[in-house]
């Protein structure tokens, strides 16, 4: 009797532990779709701000036809409108430095290289590319490009990583966001010292559907990891959060 006994409380204590595990790894997973819902709306509403801005640039410059220094300042109050943008770039098609809203005139150096640019001209819409370092800044940022063929140009702003981050930071423990191309390629991660581990970027990359959540085992704790792909623009979201070892334990 005292066996039967015995084994009944531990089968009620076992329960009752496996059911907190479940609710809080409920919780957490909620938590988490909701951080990459919430980074993916803002992230998007950011670059429709840049998209907006590149329209504008382009009507004005095609149809004002102004000089380079009106062409400059208008760059330079553009950017000022733009949260988050250090500076808009005006670049020819053969990669030359034609106009930049942080300085005129314009540093002379060709960009025809840099991926952004490449990107801009062989593909439509709006691209995002992996963060860089400035050629004459030397600072770190994010390239947001598009071709505007009604003035042969593609325009790029230098994007600030740490509002990209903003909506990163979306809890104090445990907790990180990322920001990738299309197809995997970094452009901002929270915290900024973090690693991401190429095989959550693979298992992204290799489903079909927009957005998923998935748990993320490495050594000795698991990660529920939740994410978002834009169908606006070519860009993934994803939301991440530790989960303490009885919860990992619990739902592996």
Known sequence: ???IAALT???SVWSASGASA???YSASEAETNRAADTALRQTETLITGIAFAFD?????????????AIIQAELQATTKRLDGVRSLLMIAQDGTLLHDAFAYPAPQVNLGNREYVIAAMTTPGVQIGEAVIGRTSGFPFAPISMRK?????VMTAITDLRKLREPLDW???ACGGALLTRDGKLVAISPPEARLDDKIVQ???GREETSGTFLHAREQISFIVSFRKSERFPF????SKALAPTVSIATE
């Open 1 to 3: 009797m005292r066996t």
């Open 56 to 68: 504008y640039l382009a009507t004005f410059v095609g149809e004002a036809g102004p000089p380079p």
């Open 203 to 205: 298992e992204i990359i």
């Open 171 to 173: 809890c104090m423990d």
């Open 22 to 24: 479940l609710a809080d």
């Open 9 to 11: 409380i531990a089968i």
């Open 236 to 239: 993934i979201i994803l939301a």
């Open 149 to 153: 063929p009604s003035i042969n140009t």
